[in-house]
């Protein structure tokens, strides 16, 4: 069932939607509610469920310091393994 919804969003904003919708053969409707949709979602507790309880435990127990480049230590440790 569908509901008529009211939201207030600033005129720029509304016209590169707009824009963004005609674009991609959309309605602006459709884009919002499969955008709600995602934000909604229920797997990400679902995902919690299926973790083993040994990994589950150690989720967000490693804080990345802000500056580390991931890309570029995995590519000093692929290259320390196989060179």
């Known amino acids: 069932m569908n509901t008529k919804l009211t939201l207030t969003i600033e005129q720029e904003i509304i016209e590169r939607a707009?824009?963004?919708?005609?674009?991609?053969?959309?309605?602006?409707?459709?884009?919002?509610?499969?955008y709600?949709?995602?934000?909604?979602?229920?797997?990400?507790?679902?995902?919690?469920?299926?973790?083993?309880?040994?990994?589950?435990?150690?989720?967000?127990?490693?804080?990345?310091?802000k500056n580390m480049d991931y890309k570029k230590e995995l590519r000093n440790r692929l290259e320390k393994k196989y060179l």
């Open 18 to 34: 707009k824009k963004y919708a005609k674009d991609k053969n959309r309605s602006l409707s459709d884009i919002i509610e499969n």
């Open 36 to 65: 709600l949709k995602i934000l909604t979602k229920e797997e990400r507790a679902t995902d919690m469920k299926k973790l083993n309880p040994v990994v589950k435990s150690l989720k967000g127990s490693f804080k990345m310091p």
